[in-house]
């Protein structure tokens, strides 16, 4: 998504509702049998038993306790005055539906994951220990590159959504001697990899994750029977249907639709982030938010220069997508969230659909989650840049820069680049940079929001002080978004542009003070730069100049190592308690 915990990347899903099994004849669906289906819960019997023996022999990490004190508690809370008696009881099937997504989530990062869990409890760990599993969905810690912090069972790197032993040049090997419609399925954002004996095969989503999905969608139908709202009815009823056609095409574009909806929602399967193997798999989430209509309309006004904007941007025009020309804000008060979302470090804003068709024929709507941003804000950004950035710099930073920084970085993830030509072949950015997609697109989201916000200030559509307020906020933010470790896709992003514009010297050090500063005289120089080399990039496809400039800057400066030490009592991000699931209980 776009998501700016981050932010969404954009990706080009495909729709299967086949079981693709490589040595098959084509266009014949493969059905799982009952033999295989023992099978394959067998092997995860098997793999399970193996975690729990490691997780009793092995020693749990001592500092369980302090890890979790990262998270600051925050009650993500709203006024029920601005719910109508109609809006609880659909939000009461929503947030059901959700959590019904969230239990397929946690199987998506480890099918083991429930089990393993309810062993913890039956040997008693520490209640640190389970919040901490909750907070990771599973036991390897998000914040220190997918460490396991009970037991020592290495995370999968394509999570659960492969076999555990399948290599990125295994499967790229059976993709290539698959017929094209095995190979498209085996690829497919909404399909898990199994295998089949000797073989792969691709299992959609509605096979896979049946009973949830079932009664997600039912729930999401409910919702849709009891809201008098016609644009919110099309969608969640859209949405159930998708849940388990796996075609999310059309209630996509109804999502664009939904207009002055008093609810903003979207649920099902977006991001590819924990899909580490190949990024193509796209993981379970939900967003349930109220939208605040003053706000929005007040942002709103930044997007009528979306086109003028994008012509702006370093990149030949013959690069250029074309995309629709929808570009709706929505400023929300977060209700509930679940799945990808929710795991390790919190989104503040996103940018949906990420389907390259519906961006085609609409554009992309930016949401921004106005309380959980407020919440980063006071709790995480400001202490931050309090320890490590340029006192002269700190009268700078405010919230309203900050909330703008995140709305343009959500802006640059609807340009440049997406369904590209290489080689003769129609395929997209996603498809063509792999795992190396989420990091390079993070990054181009916050450089080319840079350029925007800077363009945008020249033209009289942003204040004049942001001039020095949006560098000087984008730095204290770098050292948030790195804190969520570097082996994730928005750590490595702000890595990689923090070093490029260090190396630069569009950001400066005193050694001294041990602080960092902005360098104004050359900083939206090499913004511009780094845009142009990120953009060009996507636009070729090109894997190994992708490569080439995460490895040449993905090593943290001894300046960055030492700053980060003097960050230990800060939080990282905030631990959501959704008070809506206390309230709708009287509801």
Known sequence: MSRLSSSRPPIFPMTFVFVALVGCKPNKPTNITEEQQQREKQEQQEQAQTERKQVSTVKMVPDVSQRLAQFAPTDVDFDEKLVSAEDRKVLVKLVQAAQLLDEIYLDQVSPNNRELRQHLVQEKVPQAVLDYFDIMYGPWDRLKNDEPFVGDVPK??????YPPDLTKADLEAWIKKASPQEAAALKGYFTVVRRDGDKLKAVPYPQAYGDRLKQASALLKEAAALTKHAALKKYLALRGDALMSNDYFASDM????????PLEVVLGPYEVYEDKLMGYKAAMEAFI???????SARLQKLAAHNQEVEKNL???VKYHTRRGTSSPI???IELFTAGDT???????AFNLPNDERVRTKKGSKKVMLKNVTEAKFKKVLIPIATEVVDSALLPLLDFDTYFTDILLHEMAHGMGPGEITVDGRKTSVNSELKQLYPAIEECKADIVGLVNGAYLITKGALPKEMERRLPATYLAGVFRAVRFGTEEAHGKAVLLAFNYLFQGGAFTYDKAKARFGVNYDVFDKRVRELAGELLLLQARGSYDHARKLLERNGTMSPEMRQALTRLKHVPVDIKPNYTIVQKMQSW
Do not use: I, N
């Not at 109804?254 to 909806?261: K, R, T």
């Not at 938010?289 to 706000?295: I, K, M, N």
């Not at 929710?342 to 503040?348: E, I, L, P, Y």
């Open 342 to 348: 929710r795991a390790g470090v919190q989104t503040a």
């Open 254 to 261: 109804a999502w664009m639709d939904l207009g002055d909806s």
């Open 289 to 295: 938010t109220l939208r605040d209509p003053d706000y």
């Open 156 to 161: 999968p790197v394509g999570a659960g959504f």
């Open 330 to 332: 929505s400023v929300v």
């Open 314 to 316: 370093p990149l030949e």
